[in-house]
């Protein structure tokens, strides 16, 4: 049956993901999970929703509840806003519907490496446009025909962020719609709702948000999005009507009403990032100034693959990433004070 | 932006899923959920599963632990399974893995609605093939060169099923590949799991089964698919890295954990569904004899369309569906006895 494959599934590698160990000996600072606990509203949440009738019975297809709550926590339109299962279902649900086979996404590089493969699965073309020296997106950008367009901001691997404004003046140039991917934006110190919001509206931009990273629930998949309401009812022909589950819908909604806990957690890994980005900077790294819960490290006297590799036979786990044209660096995740340790600790032996 | 939308998208009206009444007040034999709580093991292994470390991290994205269980507890090569954010996710991953844009989907008619929408998504033709007049498929099957085939099998919303010997000869016809939605086949006496496995195989057989129904888990959204392990290593390009969660993985596993408890559930809906079907010949209604959680309910001597209104108003929701070329009918839930009781009062009074 491997003949009958679409062509550009069979030529895919596929996407591979960060290395998920599930031997619990690892530092893992690889997939930029937040190092604390989620918020304990979250566990008396997923505790009262462990009844018979909330197992057995299909979810709210929408996500009423989430939906309400985030309009209240983010002052955003709650019909408005899609529910995702994680943001890797948004950025799939924003492809399907505006991409057609041989069509075009466009992403700055180096960013996040799903993105191609999105393009891929879709049967379209992926190009890439490279970051200026600063980590700003180019002054003049070639490609606004795309019919898709993403932009991680906080960028991933870099950690660097473009400005609202930027954004704006993209999304006025660009034919299709302008994906604004936030995955890490709850650590940055602005992001870009106010594009969807009916005063100053960017009608292109969709925002995108997880709460894999901030929110501490990678486990239990969960993300949505943010754009203007006539966008949101055609995306939501092209989720699966049950994407979201009922525990994941519970827990979400319990972590957004507690921002107060969020933000002493925001305290503690901001403080440590600064911690680590001095320390590695000491070591010789070179390290782009990060909003995000990760540094992107590179150096220019040696390569870093081996100490990636040295790294893990010590059990601890970052990622290594090489993009053609850019080069290669190791993405460390902000941890723990303990964990950050830990990593300079071994790193001094090693640089 | 919606003048950006794929055409194939703009065109659609969206699937519908069955109601969800948030209102506990309604007896809900509309969507076919098992009327009993899931296994008691079940809930203990939720309840230990909450923890930090689990919430925070990543899921395994291929679901090994629960591949091993449906390996022993099913006689499969867990390589050979794929795990997906339910059946749905599954019917997802398989149409865009075979069907380009302009490709052809087939199913029998009529038959699980979600097909066409499936198609619609992918900017693919959907056709139909008429059931014969015994719910069993024609003898001459005249679609062969179709690049994905759909039998639901049991199907809805007839609950009948087509004989093993009959699906092999189809897939053995067929250029592209066959995929038996078994759904509902837990309640059945058969089942075409024997037709993916090494000795007998019928390479394009790819089997889907759910948690929403049999397992008492729709809430969770867990599904996955059974088929050639190198057709499942195709598939896991397509599928999201992270589709299912720690919780869906974890209820899942222990779900199937637990056969003795599920079949004793199997005995008393069998047993429901006997007499529910008794009761409603006598009221008039025309049955096809089940193999699934639900009976088709249709009248020679009245449109059912008003008794489903009817029955709505005095909070019993039951499926009203109407099929171009062959008519509308009831489709309803085999529930407790208690609610059946309680539907076959009203009806009494409506018929």
Known sequence: MIEHLR?????????VPGEQPRDGAFVKLNTNENPYPPSPRVFDALRDALTADRLRRYPDPTGVHFRQMAGRVLGVDPDGVLIG?????????????FVPEGGLIVSPTPS?????????LQ???????PFAADWDLPEAWPLEQAH?????NPNSP???TVGRERLQRLAAELKGPLVVDEAYADFADDNALELTKPNGRSPGVIVSRTFSKYYSLAGVRFGFAVADPAVVRELLKVKDSYNCDVLSLTAATAALEDQDYYRSLRVKILATRGRMTEAL???GFVIPPSQAN???CRRDDRPVKPLYEELKKRCILVRYMNYEGSGDGLRITVGTDAEADRLLEELVGLV
Chains 1, 2 share one sequence.
Do not use: E, K
């Open 112 to 120: 996040y490496l799903l993105y191609r493969t999105l393009a891929d």
């Open 158 to 160: 870099s950690g660097t």
């Open 85 to 97: 299962n994680g943001s890797d279902d948004i950025l799939t649900i924003v492809t399907r519907a």
């Open 148 to 152: 898709l367009t993403f932009v991680a």
């Open 123 to 129: 049967g379209a073309r992926f190009q890439t446009v």
């Open 294 to 296: 990760f540094v992107w």
């Open 7 to 15: 062509p550009a599934v069979r030529a895919m590698s596929g996407y």
């Open 281 to 283: 900077a000491r070591l």
